[in-house]
Every structure is written in C-alpha cells, then in structure tokens.
C-alpha cells in the first residue's frame, strides 16, 4: 500500500511562485508514474503534471507548460512541483496521485493523497 501526503499549498498573490510536495511511504513495487491534478468545486479533477518514477520523462497540460516543473528528491522518496507565476485560474486543491503506467487520466491514478489547497488573489 502506497500512501501520499502533499504540503506547501497556501494564499499566494498573482504572480507568485509556490512549491508542493508529495512526500510517499509505504510498500510499492507496481506504480511507475506520478502525477498532480487540482480540482474546484463542481469540475472533474484535472491533469496538471505527470513524470515517470524512474526520472526523465515528465509531462505537463498546455496551461501551465512553462510555468510549472516537476521533479522529485530520490532520497527523500518526495515529488515537487514548483509553480510560478500563478494566476487566480490556478486556484484549486492539488492532488498528487500514482499510477501503474503513464497516462493523463485521473482514473488510471491508484493511490491519492488528501490534497492541499492553493488559493491565488488577484
């Protein structure tokens, strides 16, 4: 089992810059791949970046390509994604997610973490 834990979300002025973590224990010899999704209240959960556990291959949706980077800390087995210049439309709970194989869709994602919540004031 598989357990995620995001941090570093907070109120952040447009333009601003933050940085969250997706920190992951547990037992997992399946999962390849992990992402970050957001969602707001009444929308689908939506892809934001995806990069592949053993380095190297990342992924991102055309809003934010540029803007945010994914990386992660092997030692401290912890996924980061930097976001700069952020924008109110980026006002959403951010999730970070694994899953068996690569792939966009928030379905093919096993493992979640609780969120946490990035709120950007105009």
């Known amino acids: 089992q598989v357990q995620l834990v995001e941090s570093g979300g907070g109120l952040v002025q447009t333009g601003g810059s933050l940085r969250l973590s997706c920190a992951a224990s547990?037992?997992?010899?399946?999962?390849?791949?992990i992402g970050w999704f957001r969602q707001t209240p009444g929308k689908e959960r939506e892809f934001v970046a995806a990069?592949?556990?053993?380095?190297?291959?990342?992924a991102y949706v055309d809003a934010v390509e540029g803007r945010f980077t994914i990386s992660k800390h092997n030692a401290k087995n912890t996924v980061h994604l930097q976001m700069t210049s952020l924008t109110p439309e980026n006002t959403a709970v951010y999730y970070c997610?694994?899953?068996?194989?690569?792939?966009?869709?928030?379905?093919?994602?096993?493992?979640w973490g609780q969120g946490t919540q990035v709120t950007v004031s105009s």
């Open positions: 990069m592949a556990k053993t380095g190297g291959l990342t």
């Open positions: 997610a694994a899953a068996l194989g690569p792939g966009r869709n928030h379905r093919k994602y096993k493992f």
């Open positions: 547990g037992r997992d010899s399946s999962t390849t791949t």
